[in-house]
């Protein structure tokens, strides 16, 4: 189980790490090649995007490599396949993130059923609150996969509440308001976020959205259980590649 | 029980957490001025001091005579300030922003009108002013961009995607989750996430109260046939909605028969309203917008609402169509998406080239320089003259006027006068 695995492995590594790749960025091969050097510097988790036209809570790094791999001929289905494959492979949990209309489109019910027969364990999809999910809980939990909830600093404190009701696995709080892929300045005002998260719920937090540095790493340890690292690793690859993309993970933490 | 912010299935709030206060925010002050009985005169007195609400009806007896009748009668939106109906919304939305206290508005634009209106209800209002603008709609829409500027008004190029409406919407969003606390977004269609597809209606439904009373009075008696055309609906629900309770509808089409059979409605005394989407270079290449008048359209969730969408079978969106920016997105509005299924408005699209045929005709013979987007009306009225008789009125809404079509409508028609200007200014600026 997603949560216990974290409440463990916290013990053992203080903090964890999720990265996050976007699945046929650039190509199929390129992106397994990608977690395995991801998965062998030590990350605990990992998000694989399922690539949608219309991303509109990613900034312009991850949204162009969402246009690539579409471009490239990236279905959903190789998405699954893909997901299979790096399970079988890793024994790290796995995570799909994508938008609404993805799994709307498949299918509500047969898309957590080939999520969970492909050996994913959460989904995030940032695009379906609570209110419009019915259907999308549903489903999941007949899979037994968890649904990943976020909580944001403009969240009011009886939203928070509202939102922890549907807690399974972790929360993922967002550090600053806007999209990925911009600065975040850790400061105080975090503490006090995330103060407000831990009061409505016993989960796990992670924490992403400008997450680049190993300072940024240390800055969270005890505070949260798990740091998300996005766009940076992104960016990375983008202009040194996959061994820099390993090497940037090993020392993150 | 319907829930808010849906009509049928359709509609909803699919919006990333960050912006759940801000849409919380919103609504509450959306309520405000419905229940606020002073709100709409104080509208309305702005629409007529600043803009030229009522805007006329106009008896089009050339046309008439052409086609042999029905009585066309058209309405004249394209007589607002700034030239379309888009204005009605701004002015909204700006009063709402007014109240709500904050100091920055962004907005996203196709053929340029709404971004235009936008920018002259911040300089009015003394509001910060960023648009958001496809790299493809800049380059065909150039005129519209260079008054934005002159309004004072940032124009931001939006270069991901296919560079379109669409495109814009999605960049607009990506501001507001970052800026919420002094900006408002004034989306310029009844699309978008609830309250938009409302509220941007309940400002647009002064096209429709006006051209009820203005038809009755003029002609005597309701239209048989209303025709608007359709990008994201708003001008085309701003007339409908004056004659909903004069529609009859009496049998329904299956709505689980997603698009297999014609749409089984018979509408018998009742007025009938007609919906018209950019046919682009015709239904049958593909190459078109017609999300609900082609068989390609299909249900899905984007943008933060949930209609019928122009997708591929993974639900990632495909490349729209047309000649009129202002048409040319994947979705429509979730309250068009309710009354196409439940037969309500019926649903026809008009190709490129009928769309230049009536704007010619149009101009013509009524001295009138009609939108492209507008054009679908016309051309889809005139297509359909054959099966009215000579003494059925139609109302067409005209949402806006062409002079922003320069560039797109001298290149169609060919002009060669209109060419060797462009070639000599060219020529002096690159001296
Ligand atoms: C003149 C004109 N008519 C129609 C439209 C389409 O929008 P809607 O369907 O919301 O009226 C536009 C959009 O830019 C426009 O400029």
Redesign the pocket.
């Known amino acids: 189980m997603l949560e216990d695995y974290i409440r463990q492995r916290t013990e053992e590594r203080g903090i964890l790490l999720m990265a996050h790749v976007v699945v046929g960025y650039p190509d199929l091969e390129s992106s397994f090649d990608l977690v395995k050097a991801i998965v062998s510097a030590g990350v605990d988790l990992m998000e694989l995007q399922i690539p949608f036209s219309e991303p509109i809570a990613d900034g312009p790094v991850i949204l162009k490599a969402n246009q690539s791999a579409l471009t490239a001929g990236i279905r959903v289905d190789d998405c699954f396949k893909f997901a299979h494959r790096v399970t079988q492979s890793f024994d790290i949990p796995f995570l799909f993130m994508t938008y609404c209309n993805i799994v709307f489109k498949h299918g509500e019910e047969q898309f957590f059923a080939q999520a969970k027969e492909a050996g994913i364990v959460g989904t995030i999809v940032p695009d379906i609150p609570p209110e419009e999910g019915t259907s999308y809980l549903a489903a999941a939990a007949a899979h037994g996969i968890d649904p990943i909830f976020i909580l944001s600093p403009t969240t009011t404190p009886e939203r928070l509440a509202y939102l922890a009701g549907f807690g399974r696995g972790f929360f993922y709080c967002v550090a600053r308001k806007g999209i990925t892929g911009a600065k975040t300045t850790f400061s105080s005002e975090l503490d006090e976020f995330l103060g407000r998260c831990r009061r409505v719920t016993q989960l796990p937090l992670a924490l992403g959205f400008g997450v680049s540095r190993k300072e940024d790493v240390d800055f969270l340890k005890g505070k949260v259980e798990v740091a998300v690292v996005g766009s940076q690793a992104l960016r990375i690859l983008n202009t040194n590649g996959v061994e820099a993309v390993e090497d940037f993970f090993r020392r993150l933490r | 029980m319907e829930r808010p912010g849906y009509y049928g299935q359709f509609g909803g709030t699919f919006i990333p957490e960050i912006l759940v206060a801000t849409f919380d925010q919103l609504r509450a002050a959306f309520e405000g001025i419905k229940k606020d009985p002073s709100f709409w005169k104080e509208y309305q007195s702005l629409m007529s001091t600043y803009s030229c609400r009522p805007t006329p009806l106009t008896y089009s007896e050339n046309l008439t005579r052409h086609f042999n009748g029905p009585h066309f009668y058209i309405k004249r939106?394209?007589l607002n300030h700034t030239?379309?109906?888009?204005l009605n919304n701004v002015m909204g939305q700006g009063l709402v922003v007014q109240r709500m206290g904050k100091s920055r508005v962004i907005a996203e634009?196709?053929?340029?009108?709404?971004g235009v209106a936008t920018a002259t209800m911040a300089a009015k209002f003394g509001f910060e002013c960023t648009i958001y603008m496809g790299e493809v709609d800049m380059a065909r829409q150039r005129p519209n961009v260079f008054w934005m500027e002159q309004l004072g008004a940032t124009v931001v190029r939006v270069t991901d995607g296919d560079r379109i409406?669409k495109d814009a919407i999605n960049e607009a969003l990506r501001d507001w989750a970052t800026n919420m606390d002094t900006t408002h977004y004034v989306l310029?269609?009844?699309?978008g996430p609830h309250p938009y597809p409302e509220m941007?209606s309940y400002f647009?439904s002064i096209i429709g109260s006006e051209a009820r009373d203005q038809i009755v009075r003029q002609a005597g008696r309701l239209p048989k046939r209303v025709y608007?055309?359709?990008?994201?609906?708003?001008?085309?629900l701003?007339i409908f909605s004056g004659f909903l309770d004069d529609t009859q509808v009496d049998s329904v089409r299956d709505p689980s028969d997603n698009h297999s059979g014609i749409l089984r409605v018979k509408v018998s005394n009742g007025v009938e309203l007609v919906g018209v989407e950019a046919g682009g270079e015709g239904l049958e290449t593909r190459r078109h917008a017609s999300r609900l008048a082609s068989v390609h359209g299909s249900v899905g969730v984007a943008q933060g609402y949930k209609t019928y969408f122009l997708q591929d079978d993974d639900g990632q969106m495909l490349e729209t169509h047309s000649v009129?920016?202002?048409?040319d997105y994947i979705g429509v509005?979730p309250i068009l998406a309710a009354y196409y299924e439940q037969g309500i408005v019926r649903f026809e699209a008009a190709t490129n080239d009928e769309v230049l045929a009536a704007t010619r005709l149009t101009m013509k013979k009524e001295g009138i320089i009609p939108?492209l987007?507008?054009s679908h009306a016309l051309a889809c009225a005139f297509r359909e003259t054959p099966q009215m008789s000579a003494d059925d009125v139609i109302l067409i809404n005209l949402?806006?006027?062409g002079d922003?079509d320069i560039f797109t409508i001298a290149d169609a028609l060919g002009d060669e006068g209109w060419k060797e200007f462009i070639t000599t200014k060219a020529e002096a600026y690159s001296a």
């Open positions: 939106e394209d030239g379309a109906h888009k634009t196709g053929a340029g009108q709404h409406l310029g269609t009844v699309c941007v647009q608007a055309c359709v990008g994201g609906g708003s001008n085309a701003g009129a920016a202002g048409l509005s939108a987007e507008s949402s806006g006027r922003k």
